[in-house]
């Protein structure tokens, strides 16, 4: 579900920042300050747990901003132990409909040249529209854009 910036509490954050800091290398997580600011004028997408057993736990989150001059999918992470299950698939699409009802031509987002979550991003319909040489420590960054109609 999208939050409206009423329902962007300090918990959500919080929750979102540890996922951050637990899926990705040190050097690629960003200060919190930054991301903090990003959470707060960004459109923030969650998938929260809703079992009995930690209901409203945030297993999945993405934050979509503007760069390079169309949406741009800021941040996405899923909890490690609720991958597999279709929840960054399932905000993808729901960031693909905010999209459309921007309106916007498409969608962007800036992954690792070696990130397994680009199959995920190729079945989804997005596709390199640049190569960013060493945009990460050591690594090679992939510009990603999907067109939206």
């Known amino acids: 579900m ?8 300090d918990r959500i954050f919080k929750e ?29 997408f ?8 930690d209901p409203g736990a945030v297993e999945s989150f993405a934050i ?10 800021w941040e996405i992470a899923t909890r490690h132990d609720c991958r597999g299950l279709g929840l960054a698939s399932s905000l993808l699409d729901e960031i693909v409909e905010y ?4 309106p916007a031509y498409g969608v962007g ?3 690792r040249i ?16 640049q190569i960013l040489p060493r945009y990460y420590p050591g690594k090679d960054g992939l510009y990603m854009k999907r067109e939206v109609l």
């Open 99 to 102: 999209v459309r009802n921007i």
């Open 16 to 44: 979102a920042y540890q996922i951050t800091k637990d899926s990705f290398d040190a050097v690629e997580v960003p200060p919190v300050g930054l991301m903090r600011e990003q959470y707060d004028i960004g459109a923030v």
């Open 64 to 73: 979509v901003t503007e760069r390079f001059g169309c949406p741009f999918i």
């Open 109 to 111: 987002l800036i992954t």
């Open 114 to 129: 070696d990130n397994p979550a680009q199959t995920l991003y190729f079945k989804k319909g997005y596709r390199v529209a």
């Open 46 to 53: 969650v998938r929260v747990n809703t079992s009995d057993a």
């Open 2 to 9: 999208r939050l409206h910036p009423v329902e962007k509490s």
